[in-house]
């Protein structure tokens, strides 16, 4: 029995032994979980505004689109990279880059090296921001008839005939002529003016554009010698499939006038008057 007792117990032993060999050999060390977002933000000074850049982690491509800056040579970008992250090269998150040519970065994410391509383009023309634009009133501009001037750089627009409800009926009606600062100076690529009355009423018929090409701001007086003629508008042949894309005048980059100043000028309305009716405005830039 004893003899027995003494087998059971070895078996047992070596069990234990064996059991506590296999345990020092597993793995106990944590997983590492690589950072998914290592590249948190990339910023970069344009103008007087801060652009921010579209981060493609999939593709691992990082592309800043800049509208005020003329060159790419010497731009000014910082980096927000994650706590987690350890950025490789560059060394330092606040840099002056020449963007003319793709810019590696190579960051850590506690797995491996990542290589991200950053570029960066200027486009050739820009949506003018309708935030900076005023009424610069003239003496010979027409008083208000309805609505408020304000209405034309809300972003409203009807899409469709007689859909005066989508913008709350809101229109800007005058007797003949206003005057608008854009807030700056721009070479015009485009002006759209966007109707409310489709050809009827006193939806202008043949319209004028003018800028104020001199330097300074225009005398309060509005004398038309002062002004520049840009281009007649005319939809006296529009149909009412082209009533949602407005009337428009185009300017080459070549021969684009600089200025900062317009006005609109009725020359006849649908009504047969010089009162003149619109719902928004929208103006685009060279990027010259």
Known sequence: MKKISIIILSLFMGIFFISCEEEEGLDESLPVNPVLNPIKTVMAQDGNEIAYATINNKDRTIKLSLKHLKSLSAVNVHLSISKRAKLISPTDTILTLDLTEPYQIIINDLYED???????????????????????????????????????????????????????????????????????????????????????????????????????????????????????????????????????????????????????????????TTDISLCEITIWAWNI
């Not at 750089?153 to 007689?162: D, F, R």
């Not at 807030?183 to 939806?203: E, M, P, R, S």
């Open 114 to 272: 990542l290589t991200y391509t950053l570029t960066a383009t200027i486009p050739e023309y820009i949506l003018i921001d309708k935030s900076a634009f005023r009424e610069y009133r003239l003496n010979n501009d027409s008083p208000k008839k309805e609505g408020e001037i304000e209405y034309l750089w809300n972003n409203e627009v009807m899409t469709q005939p007689n859909a005066y409800s989508t913008i709350g009926y809101r229109n800007y009606l005058t007797g003949k002529c206003f005057t608008v600062d854009l807030g700056d100076h721009y070479y015009i690529k485009q002006f759209t003016a966007h109707l409310y009355w489709a050809y009827t009423n006193v939806c202008p018929k043949i319209y004028e554009l003018w800028g104020y090409l001199k330097d300074g701001e225009p005398p309060v007086d509005g004398n038309w010698n002062d002004w520049t003629l840009l281009g007649t508008l005319d939809n006296s042949n529009s149909t009412l499939s082209d009533f949602p894309n407005g009337d428009t005048l185009e300017f080459p980059k070549e021969n684009s006038p600089r200025t900062r100043y317009i006005r609109v000028n009725c020359i006849q309305s649908w009504k047969g």
